[in-house]
């Protein structure tokens, strides 16, 4: 931070940084949850029934085993965004803050890693 | 550290200082659903996943939790939850390319997106229950 010119005194002092990567990002994944969670939800209206036999035949088909892994990438990272702002909104202290960052950028990598292995595995017939 | 700088500076004003309006409760609700979901909606999507994956037995003992009084209020409370982000996130897109800021119109969808949200779950609902 200089002292010379009115740019080179606030330059580097702004809020956005990475802003706008992030605020995209969490228009793009909204984008991806509207469709994929509206595929789910209409999916599921369509279902027979909800027994394990049609909903594990149903999951198993190509198009709807890779809208599932889609859902679970967007919805995760979404909520991960979600929650980034949360915490940056309530949690002050510099060492709490990024304690939590941590562990929400864990949990998230952790549940789409959950998430796609099943349906992986549901898909590529385990049973 | 960042404390000693910060410590005396003066807080933006908090929800008790407004006046309450649509576009505040909105916005709120906005933020709960989505914050809800983001606990309850993922993690029964993983059990549900998971139980999928696991085969029959824990898909049934998923079945069984879910159509347990308490399983019912938290599959409504995540649909709801689902329908009520996605009329207020759908209203946020609007506001992202600038329109809808008109203080009427920005009343007006403040009012009826969360209402939507109710619409659409009860549709929901209806259609699976009884179709």
Request: aromatic letters at 12%.
């Amino acid at each position: 931070m200089g002292n010379g010119t009115s740019i080179g005194r606030v330059r580097g002092l702004g809020s956005a940084k990475t802003g706008v990567h992030h605020w995209l990002l969490q228009r793009f994944t909204a984008i991806g949850n509207l469709l994929s969670v509206l595929f789910l939800a209409v999916s599921i209206l369509l279902l027979p029934d909800l027994t394990y036999a049609s909903v594990a035949e149903w999951m198993a088909r190509p198009v709807p085993a890779v809208m599932m892994i889609l859902l679970v990438v967007t919805t995760f990272w979404h909520a991960r965004i979600g929650l980034q702002v949360l915490v940056e909104d309530y949690v002050h202290d510099h060492a709490n803050k990024f304690a939590c960052i941590a562990a929400l950028n864990l949990a998230a990598c952790g549940g789409i890693a959950f998430g796609a292995f099943c349906v992986i595995r549901l898909a590529l017939g385990a049973h | 550290m960042a404390k000693d700088g910060t410590r005396n500076r003066p807080l933006s004003p908090h929800l008790q200082i407004w006046r309450w309006g649509p576009h505040m409760f909105v916005s709120i609700l906005h933020r709960v659903t989505g914050d809800g979901m983001a606990f309850a909606g993922l993690g029964v999507l993983l059990w549900w996943l998971g139980a999928l994956a696991g085969g029959p037995a824990s898909y049934e003992t998923f079945s069984w939790a879910m159509t347990t009084p308490i399983g019912y209020i938290v599959l409504v409370g995540i649909s709801w939850a689902f329908f009520t982000h996605m009329m207020s996130g759908l209203r946020h897109f609007v506001l992202d390319v600038g329109g809808g800021f008109e203080l009427k119109t920005n009343k007006t969808w403040s009012i009826v997106s969360p209402i939507l949200g109710v619409l659409a779950t009860v549709a929901f609902w209806a259609i699976l229950l009884l179709r």
